[in-house]
C-alpha cells in the first residue's frame, strides 16, 4: 500500500516525533509542568515570527486568531481598509462586515497582488483603525509586499493585522524589523502539525488598540490571553497534546535554522515552477509564493478526475482551486515536512496521470527540470 503524500497547503504532513510525542500519555494543564512546556513554546513563537512582542496560542484555526485579532483591535464601525486579493482575504471582510465596520477594499483579480502605492495612496485619503491582508493568499497561491506596505501602514494610527497562515515558517516574514502589528498562523500549515493551534503576535501599538476595545467575546478575550500568557498560561482549556507536539515541532525547525528552511521552501517551489514550464503549463500568479504553487489545467483535464487519480494511484493529494479559481487550477504546497524528494516525486506522479488522461507533452521532462532547479539551488 502506498503511503500518504500529503501536499495540500493545509493540513500538511505531521513528522513522526511530534506524532509520538503527542501520543504520549496526557497530563493536566494547571501544573507547573505544562507552564514550562508552554513558556518554552512562546519562547520558539517568539523567534519563529521574529519578534519580542507576545504570541498568544489559542485552541482553534487561523481564522479563530484572525478574528481574535479583528474584533479585540476594531471598534464596532470602526474604519478598516481591506487588501482583497482571494478567498481569504474575502473572509477577512466577511468578519469586518459582522462587526459593523465601515470597509474600504482594495482589490486586486485573483493571482494579482494588491500593491504597495495602492495601499499608500489610500492611506492618504482616510484615517483607518485597521488595515488587513493575506501575506500569502493560498487560495490564489500569492505573495504581495508586505515589507512595503507595512512601511506605509507604521507611520498611520491604523494597526496592521497579516494572515500569515501559509508564510509563518515557509517564508521570510519580520514581524517586529517590518512593523507588523497583529501576525497570525496556524498550526496545521509550515508548523508541521495536525489543525487545531493557531497564534498571533500582538504588537505594543496594537495592545494599546486592545485596551480601547470592549467587546462581548469571552473565548476570544485578548486580555484575558495576554494576561494569562504573562503567568506561561492560558485562560481556558488548552489542547495538550497539541502543545507537546508544538514543542517538537518548533524545535526542529528551529534546529534546521529559518534561513534554511526559507531557502528549502524556495527550491522546492522553484523546481514546481520549472517542471510545469516544461511540460507546458502555466503556473497561476503573477506574483507567486514559495509556500504553495497553483498550476492551470491544460485543456481537457478535469479537475475532479484529476486529483482523484493522483490519490487512488499513488496517494498523492493536491488541493483544488478555490473561489472563482474552483476547477481551474490545483495547488501543491512546499511547506513543513517536506525534502526534494518529495517534490521529484509529486511531479513524476503528475506526468504519470496528466500523461494517462491525455496531455501530450515530453514525458520525463518535468522531473529533469524540477531535478536540476534542486542541484542548481540546494547542490
Not at 497570525?184 to 508548523?191: E, F, H, I, N, R
Not at 493551534?197 to 496594537?206: C, D, G, I, N, T
Not at 509556500?291 to 489545467?297: N, Q
Amino acid at each position: 500500500m502506498n503511503r500518504m503524500r500529503l501536499f495540500t497547503p493545509g493540513p500538511t504532513s505531521v513528522p513522526e516525533e511530534v506524532l509520538l510525542e503527542m501520543a504520549k500519555p496526557i497530563f493536566h494543564h494547571r501544573t507547573a509542568e505544562y507552564r514550562e512546556l508552554f513558556a518554552n513554546c512562546t519562547k520558539m513563537l517568539q523567534q519563529l515570527f521574529q519578534t519580542s512582542n507576545p504570541v498568544v496560542t489559542l485552541a482553534g484555526s487561523g481564522t479563530a486568531a484572525y478574528e481574535c485579532a479583528m474584533i479585540n483591535t476594531i471598534p464596532s464601525g470602526g474604519k478598516v481598509l481591506a487588501l482583497s486579493n482571494g478567498k481569504f482575504a474575502e473572509r477577512w471582510v466577511t468578519i469586518a462586515k459582522r462587526n459593523k465596520c465601515q470597509i474600504t477594499e482594495l482589490k486586486a483579480d485573483y493571482g494579482q497582488a494588491v500593491s504597495p502605492h495602492q495601499v499608500a495612496e489610500a492611506l492618504s485619503k482616510d484615517t483607518y483603525d485597521a488595515v488587513t491582508m493575506c501575506h500569502s493568499e493560498t487560495s490564489t497561491c500569492t505573495v504581495q509586499d508586505l515589507k512595503a506596505i507595512a512601511a506605509h501602514v507604521r507611520k498611520t494610527p491604523a494597526i496592521l493585522i497579516v494572515d500569515g497562515i501559509t508564510s509563518v515558517g515557509a517564508i521570510d516574514v519580520q514581524a517586529d524589523e517590518w512593523g507588523v502589528d497583529i501576525l497570525v498562523t496556524g498550526s496545521q500549515k509550515a508548523l508541521m502539525l495536525p489543525p487545531g493551534l493557531a497564534f498571533l503576535s500582538v504588537s505594543e501599538k496594537a495592545r494599546k488598540k486592545v485596551e480601547t476595545i470592549t467587546q462581548p467575546n469571552l473565548y476570544l478575550s485578548l486580555p484575558h490571553y495576554l494576561k494569562s500568557l504573562a503567568d506561561n498560561d492560558v485562560p481556558w482549556t488548552p489542547a495538550v497534546s497539541l502543545v507537546r507536539g508544538l514543542n517538537v515541532a518548533l524545535s526542529m525547525i528551529l534546529s534546521r535554522g529559518l534561513p534554511h528552511v526559507f531557502k528549502s521552501t524556495h527550491a522546492y517551489a522553484s523546481a514546481t515552477r520549472s517542471a510545469a514550464t516544461a511540460l507546458g503549463l502555466k503556473v497561476f500568479s503573477s506574483s507567486p509564493v514559495d509556500s504553495v504553487t497553483g498550476i492551470i489545467y491544460p485543456e481537457g483535464i478535469i479537475d475532479k478526475e484529476f486529483r482523484t487519480a493522483l490519490r487512488k494511484k499513488f496517494n498523492v493529494h493536491i488541493a483544488a482551486g478555490q473561489g472563482s479559481m474552483e476547477g481551474k487550477i490545483f495547488r501543491i504546497s512546499h511547506m513543513g515536512y517536506v525534502d526534494a524528494y518529495d517534490t521529484l516525486g509529486v511531479i513524476s506522479a503528475l506526468e504519470t496521470v496528466l500523461r494517462q488522461q491525455g496531455y501530450r507533452f515530453t514525458f520525463g521532462a518535468g522531473v529533469a527540470a524540477a531535478h536540476q532547479e534542486l542541484a542548481d539551488q540546494l547542490g
